[in-house]
């Protein structure tokens, strides 16, 4: 059966219509599913009702499976299954709170960032708690041109260790065990996506040096490009609605979760995560071609 696909915003993202998540979709329909992720880079499921173990099942058919740290904010039973939630029970935590308030992608941190996120919405406040979504092709094809000669060949330094206090203030500090675990890593700038071979801008709140560049020029830059990226004109708001499940890709994308009243609602997310790659260095700028959105 083919799927419909509805367009999100003017460059990117789409509503698929006609796929049953909690079923076992056959090799065809996940193809398709797999192309209009690479073309659409976030991709809506709404109204979806699935256990975490069908969560898990969907998301193992797009690729292996990574599991988050810390543990302790993994669903009980389901390792790959990470909890965002301002949820406590017993007086504990039963997820992350706070997650991914500021734009980021997922594990730009880490020496093998995450392709690709699946974030599904189980309970939500009455209003705010949106996810804003920006589209990294589309800000690297639009960076004045001078700005993209500064950046090409680059690597920016991500650094957990550096700013993990100063996004999560109410969580621990990192141990030294996670310290070693977590060490600072280069990544270029100018990105290429493995599988579309487009160029996206790849930069986030973790970044702070860039190499061959004196810090404050660096930081500049960064900082610049950090707004640049999440533009307006780049960026989908999606307002969730309870069933909503969410796939977007890390390598084209960036995200920022924005607050709710977390003194009085509650809010619920479960997210699945996909085992990303070494991000490769893009040895020439190549934009996503113009195409049809619907
Ligand atoms: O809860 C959200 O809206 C997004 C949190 C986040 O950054 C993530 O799940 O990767
Ligand atoms: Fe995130």
């Known amino acids: 059966m083919a799927l419909r696909f509805r367009p999100l915003h ?17 090799a ?14 976030i991709l809506l499921f709404r109204d979806v009702a699935m256990t975490p173990a069908q969560h898990v099942a969907f998301t193992r058919r797009l690729g292996p499976l990574h599991v988050m740290e810390p543990l302790e904010f993994n669903l009980p039973g389901f390792p790959e299954v990470m909890v965002a939630s301002n949820i406590e029970k017993d ?27 699946f974030l599904y919405a189980l309970e939500l406040p009455p209003t705010d708690g949106d996810t804003l979504y920006a589209d990294t092709y589309a800000a690297f094809a639009a960076l004045p041109d001078d700005v993209r000669a500064r950046i090409m060949g680059r690597r920016a330094c991500f650094s957990r260790q ?8 109410h ?13 600072d890593v280069w990544q270029p700038i ?15 709140r973790w970044a702070y040096r860039i190499e061959g ?16 990226a999440t533009r307006p004109e780049f960026v989908y708001r999606h307002r969730w609605r309870v069933g909503d499940a969410l796939l977007w890709d890390n390598r084209c994308t960036q995200h920022c979760a924005t607050p709710f009243d977390d ?7 479960h997210r699945t995560t996909l085992e990303g790659e070494k991000p490769l260095m893009a040895e020439r700028p190549v934009p996503r071609p113009q195409m049809a959105m619907a």
């Open 10 to 26: 003017a460059s990117f993202g789409a509503e698929v219509i006609g796929a049953d998540l909690a079923s076992d979709l056959d």
């Open 28 to 41: 065809a329909m996940i193809a398709q599913i797999e192309a209009a992720w690479l073309r659409y880079s």
């Open 91 to 117: 007086a504990k935590p039963i997820g992350m709170k706070r997650a991914g308030w500021g734009w980021h992608s997922d594990g730009e941190d880490k020496v093998l960032p995450n392709a690709g996120s």
């Open 162 to 169: 550096r700013f993990h206090q100063v996004y999560y203030p």
């Open 171 to 183: 969580l621990p500090p990192l141990t030294e065990e996670q310290k070693k675990a977590r060490p």
């Open 190 to 204: 100018a990105r290429h996506h493995p599988k579309s071979g487009w160029t996206s801008l790849y930069i986030g």
């Open 213 to 228: 560049m004196p810090d404050n020029e660096a930081g500049e830059l960064i900082e610049y490009l950090k707004d640049f």
């Open 263 to 269: 003194t009085k609602y509650t809010r619920l997310m």
